[in-house]
């Protein structure tokens, strides 16, 4: 019987279903750490398996087709004799993966996760040797190779998520793996928070919704809600690590029901002109490359929620000449405070 065509994959996901493929050439159950298209993959090569997926970047609810989609957890693994995926770039993510496929996942199960030979470092193989009795490099491929954990060992505890009380803030601050920063305030979003007084004194109108946007673990709006007690607060973020951490900072800070936590592209669940203020601590690499235009792009997305008169108030580092662009996208920009390092600014929406 021949096999139906697999789409194209990058040559990294494929090299990570012919690795899978040589080492397991026939399963029942499946976790697959990527994107759609090496899941759909996978469910096509295996098809008699039970196939479970999650992608940081892909809201569980979305539709799948072949596959069905859980968050980072035991279940994602549980009695699945394959795990097949890509490498994720933070250790701390890559461990948390490796954690939770050795507690869930078949005694004799086997783990094969793809990078570039340049994104890969003996660090990833510490992350796994923890988890797993026996971890090797398959043969090189187009500069890509699996990075193989064998036989898992489930027994030390689960090092993720985890938090840690932070002197600055009054609440713990809990992370997952992939999260930003992971339980510490990162100096950036400290910036933004010593600006909070002058902040507030300068925003003009109600303060009824806030958004913290690209909220990483939820300082913000968890500091937000913990200031502002009738104040309703939304942390969103695209990243499910980001968004799973917020929820846990905001719960265990006890403003739970008043932040609505959203697994969304620069906000895009937010209904046009909702917001009062948004609060931005934006993201500007692009790998190692600096990309002023992600930035841009989230400016815009704060301009369409916000009401008018609406404020946007954002961090970034001060070489970065984000205030033109704010000028233009928001409206009239006034700067809150500036030290070599990082500028906070307040732009009040046309």
Sequence with gaps: MSLSPVPPLTPVAALALDDALELTPTASTIAVIGPDDLAAAVAMRYPAATVRAFDDLTRVDAPATGFTRHPLGTELFEAADLVVGLLTKPIAELTEIASLAAHGMAPDGVLTLAGRDKHMSRGMNTALEPWFRDVSASRGRQKSRALRGHSPKPGAALPYPRHASVDALPFAVYAHGGAFAGATLDIGTRALLDTF??????????????????????????SAALRLRETHVTATDRSWAAVSS????????????????????????????????????????????????????????????????GS???????????????????????????????????????
């Design 312 to 350: 946007l108030a954002v961090v970034y580092n001060s070489h970065l000449r984000h205030r033109t662009a704010l000028e233009s996208i928001v409206g009239p920009t006034d700067q809150l405070s500036r030290t070599p390092k990082f500028t906070v600014t307040l732009s009040r929406r046309r």
């Design 197 to 222: 007084p002058a902040l507030f004194a300068s925003h003009r109108g109600s303060v009824d919704h806030i958004v913290d946007l690209g909220c990483g673990t939820g300082v913000l709006a968890t």
């Design 246 to 309: 917020a929820r846990l900072t905001a719960d265990n800070a006890g403003v739970g029901t008043r932040v609505a936590v959203t697994q969304d592209d620069a906000g895009a669940g937010i209904a046009d002109g909702s917001v009062d203020l948004v609060l931005f601590n934006p993201p500007f690499h692009d790998g190692a490359a600096v990309d002023e235009e992600m930035s841009h792009r989230m400016f815009r997305s704060a301009a369409r929620m916000l009401r008018p008169g």
